[in-house]
């Protein structure tokens, strides 16, 4: 099956300061792909959906300016969090889908804890 | 709003025993339906499809039951091992594109050895 990758699989910073975390589909390219937050013992909720080479897609509620994300080439999408509070602290999940399924295929997820 | 829930919080077997995991969705319009297993501090692992011309769909050991007049999602694992201990996510997309996924609560799933 395909392969999506997310760097780092954890990060621990400041509140203040800005994180970026990275998505890669490593054997395949994603036109397309999505950014999702769990928090412990929920589900997961649809950030926003990440375009190439267009802007992404927030969901209501999602703060555009403080999630910015980038989709500069079909195989990596990075989504900064910028001036990160302890409330941000979350599970972040991307995921891709093949073209042509409907099946997305997830990232191991990004442990954010903000301080 | 729309949403796709779960009747069973958590479900615990005994190893060998067949698992049965229950989703209700609430969107008449959805046309196919996945379920994901989530393993602690990992992200979601693509099971099982199915879309909404079918009633029934089989893997390996899981088999994906579909009832639309009910709007009615289910897993079965049959023998189910510790290795299936997880939580096991519906999602349901509506929106016919590839995207667009609403996923369920969640159900946490222990095998007793």
């Known amino acids: 099956g395909a392969v999506v990758s997310q760097h780092p699989s954890w990060v621990i910073c400041k509140s203040g300061t800005s994180v970026k975390i990275e998505c890669r589909s490593l054997?395949?390219?994603?036109?397309?792909m999505f950014w999702y937050r769990q928090f412990p013992k929920q589900s997961l909720m649809l950030m926003a959906t990440s375009n190439e080479g267009s802007k992404a897609t927030y969901e209501q509620g999602v703060e555009k300016d403080k999630f910015l994300i980038n989709h500069a080439s079909l195989t990596l999408s990075t989504l900064t969090v910028t001036s990160a509070h302890p409330e941000d602290s979350s599970f972040y999940i991307c995921?891709?889908?093949?073209?042509?399924?409907?099946?997305?295929?997830f990232g191991p997820g990004t442990r954010l804890t903000v301080l | 709003g729309e949403s796709v829930g779960l009747h069973l919080p958590t479900l615990s077997v005994q190893e060998g025993d067949n698992s049965i995991i229950n989703c209700a969705y609430s969107n008449s319009a959805s046309d196919y339906f996945i379920w994901y297993k989530q393993e602690s501090g990992k992200g979601p692992q693509f099971i099982i499809d199915?879309?909404?011309?079918?009633d029934k769909r089989q893997g390996q050991r899981v088999t994906v039951l579909l009832n639309k007049t009910v709007k009615h999602l289910s897993l079965q694992i049959a023998a189910t091992q510790p290795g299936d201990s997880a939580v096991y996510f519906c999602?349901?997309?509506?929106?016919?594109?590839?995207?667009?996924?609403?996923f369920g609560k969640g159900t946490k799933l222990s095998v007793k050895p």
């Open positions: 995921s891709a889908p093949l073209r042509l399924y409907n099946e997305q295929f």
């Open positions: 054997d395949f390219q994603a036109t397309t």
């Open positions: 199915i879309r909404s011309n079918m």
């Open positions: 999602a349901e997309n509506y929106g016919g594109s590839q995207g667009n996924l609403i």
